[in-house]
């Protein structure tokens, strides 16, 4: 195993300190939504080969973070890594790909959406490269580390235990204000989903989140459902980290408690986009993130967004609140968990309000394609508009949320 260290400048691997969760990383998100914490994190144990297996470590002050990298070959003489951000707690991140080819080394880790482009000396003692990880590639140099020279990575914290499954949650505490006017949304849930927060929410954002909808599945009610916007504050009542339907149990809960939601579901026809598999089959890489764990969904920006430990179904989850008007419907019959980043131009139908925050329209040669297109060329499946029969909830009655 080799140990090396290097410094990236301006933000470390998982951005600024914005704290938007994905995986238990911090990321950065021009939109934060629907960020799950998975438990725990994944190793990644890459090599480079025999005479080059260690770790590569940096320094940070302030602008500057500190970042290990340990290279290991494995029994079938092939490179695997593990990426730790010090500075951020040091979490272990498993690297997609690890390869050595004559001096060019190249890193991919798809569930944050980063790559690493360099070159080995000829003495082996360092990688000269670039990390590139959203618009702005940075340099990054690592350099081989000794015991003596090596920064300590700190110890993860342990794996949180489940809550149990026969469990009926609620949230114990909850506290529901108005949003300033210069807050943007933000639905969060902290590593171990002891804590539940929302910033500049809608109750039908809030609706929408706890029923697995899209807005166009929610009809009747006042106007002010999607006006009104909220900062809300909840923890569980029950130990333990909950699954994904236990936090939603819970938000339907305090949506009937406090707003007083009451409703009826009906079955209609409606236009939707259907994700299917592509001709030559899925692209996707298999977590080995906690299966019964929460998903770590999450945008860097518009047209850029990572998963953790994630399956299609929530994809299409996401996909369907923040960026297509239409639901959208997994029909992909992909039941694994997968660890995967999409990268594509949006334009003006997507993304809703956010249509005039959206990049301007680039002829150069390596701008990403547009989102079918990516779909297709990046994760080897297919989304396409149809129509099709669909849940959609009535609301019969609603109230303004109870004071704290």
């Not at 994190?41 to 260690?54: Q, V």
């Not at 697995?212 to 909840?234: C, F, H, M, N, S």
């Not at 819970?250 to 939707?272: G, I, N, T, Y």
Request: charge should be positive; include cysteine.
């Amino acid at each position: 195993m080799i140990l090396l260290q290097g410094c990236l400048d301006g933000k470390g691997f998982f951005g600024r300190t914005r704290r938007s969760k994905i995986g238990g990383h911090e990321e950065v998100a021009a939109l934060d939504y629907r960020f799950r914490g998975a438990a725990g994190g994944s190793i990644i144990r890459p090599k480079l080969n025999r005479h080059l297996a260690r770790h590569i470590i940096g320094t940070g002050r302030r602008s500057r973070t500190a970042h290990g990298l340990k290279i290991s070959t494995t029994d079938a003489d092939t490179l695997k890594a593990v990426l730790y951000s010090i500075d951020q707690g040091g979490q272990p991140i498993a690297t997609t790909t690890t390869t050595l080819q004559g001096s060019a080394v190249k890193i991919s880790i798809v569930g944050i959406g980063g790559t690493f482009e360099g070159k080995l000396s000829a003495d082996g003692n360092s990688i000269a490269g670039t990390w590139s990880q959203g618009p702005t590639p940075m340099p990054l140099t690592l350099k081989r580390a000794t015991n003596e020279t090596a920064w300590t990575i700190p110890e993860p914290p342990p794996p949180s235990k489940p809550m149990p499954a026969d469990a009926n949650p609620s949230f114990e505490v909850a506290t529901i204000k108005p949003s300033r006017p210069d807050e943007r949304l933000s639905i969060l849930v902290s590593p171990g989903g002891r804590q539940f927060s929302t910033t500049d929410s809608s109750l039908i954002n809030l609706i929408t989140f706890a029923y697995r909808l899209q807005p166009r599945q929610v009809t009747g009610g006042p106007a002010w459902l999607e006006t009104e916007k909220y900062d809300l504050l909840a923890r569980p009542d029950t130990p333990g980290m909950p699954s994904e339907k236990q936090l939603e149990t819970m938000l339907q809960k305090l949506l009937a408690d406090r707003f007083k939601l009451s409703f009826h579901r009906e079955k209609k026809e409606l236009s939707v986009y259907a994700i299917t598999v592509g001709k030559t089959g899925p692209k996707l890489t298999k977590s080995d993130g906690d299966p019964n764990g929460l998903p770590g969904l999450g945008f860097r920006g518009p047209g850029r967004f990572n998963g953790r430990n994630t399956n299609i179904a929530d994809f299409a989850g996401i996909m369907q609140t923040l960026v297509l008007d239409r639901p959208v419907v997994d029909q992909t019959g992909l039941g694994d968990r997968y660890d995967f980043a999409l990268n594509w131009t949006p334009d003006e139908t997507q993304f809703g309000g956010l249509a005039g925050q959206l990049p301007p329209q680039s002829d150069k040669a390596d701008v990403p394609p547009d989102l079918y297109t990516a779909i297709q060329q990046q994760l080897g499946l297919k989304i396409e508009a149809t129509k099709a029969p669909v849940d959609v909830l009535v609301i019969d009655r609603v109230e303004k949320p109870s004071e704290n």
